[in-house]
């Protein structure tokens, strides 16, 4: 049996790219996580909510770390320390235009629902782009 080496091979002159895929914009992933193509991303209301909530339920890994409030210095990042837990359902739950959507969160030995707008994830977290682009549409589509 005959081995081929690289030198032996045919070369057709086909390359392989291994480039990285071009990273989609903010705006590309909020029309997606909102399943719209139009030209406009659209505001803020219960159906728009609850497909923001479809595609954070599917997209987060859950739970995680976040804070609330906002830590000012080391100690604080340890006392506003919670995790989530879940997101809640805009439809069943508190989710509306003014606060969006909730999530259970624990924090010590108490379960508090949060407005997802006022968690603060650590920025090299697997979900600080997700809730990123959600707190960006969110705030500026009301």
């Not at 100690?75 to 997101?87: A, D, G, M, Y």
Request: proline letters at 6%; charged letters at 20%.
């Amino acid at each position: 049996m005959a081995l081929s080496t690289l030198n032996a091979a045919h070369y057709s002159g086909a390359q392989v790219a291994n480039a990285p895929l071009a990273k989609q914009t903010q705006r590309d992933r909020i029309m997606a996580a909102l399943g719209v193509s139009s030209d406009r991303l659209p505001t803020v209301n219960e159906e728009t909510l609850s497909q923001y909530y479809q595609y954070l339920s599917a997209k987060l890994s859950l739970p995680f770390s976040a804070s609330y409030p906002e830590p000012m210095n080391r100690q604080e990042q340890s006392q506003f320390r919670c995790t989530v837990l879940e997101l809640l359902d805009p439809a069943k739950y508190l989710g509306d235009e003014f606060d969006g959507i909730f999530c259970k969160t624990r924090k010590g030995k108490y379960e508090i629902n949060l407005p997802l707008i006022e968690l603060n994830l650590p920025q090299d977290g697997p979900n600080f782009q997700l809730i990123e682009d959600y707190w960006y549409w969110f705030w500026n589509w009301r």
